[in-house]
């Protein structure tokens, strides 16, 4: 969380981003986070309410956790001086695989964080428990 905090104040007052590396977890078991990986934001017109991954850059990300055994479980994103719950355009974009976590950064300092994840039926996020071990 110290290297999340990090990535989404340096970002302040734009949106940033990243990819939280781990193992999935089965339906009964939650997915588990184990590093963050910082990611650009590729938005250039309004880049301080929106964020998209350079996919170029995922497939970089993605292809390096593979090669360890590991993969991406989940994005984190942060709302500058909003809350953090996940936008429409956050969800017009989501996958029902990944946690999404988002983080308000208030004032150039990363505040409340929650987590969500994309209810496949419903097309809705729904929260999901977070814990930091
Ligand atoms: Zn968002």
Known sequence: MDAVAQHLEAGYPNEACGALI???GDGTQPHQALEFRPMRNAVTDRPWDR???DP???LQVQK???ARGLEIIGFVHSH???PPRPSQFDTERAWPFYSYVVAAVAQGKMAEVRAWRLDEGTKTFREEPLTID
């Open 22 to 24: 781990g193992r999935a």
């Open 56 to 58: 170029l850059e995922q």
């Open 80 to 82: 500058p001086d909003h």
């Open 64 to 66: 390096d956790a593979e």
């Open 51 to 53: 964020y998209v991954l």
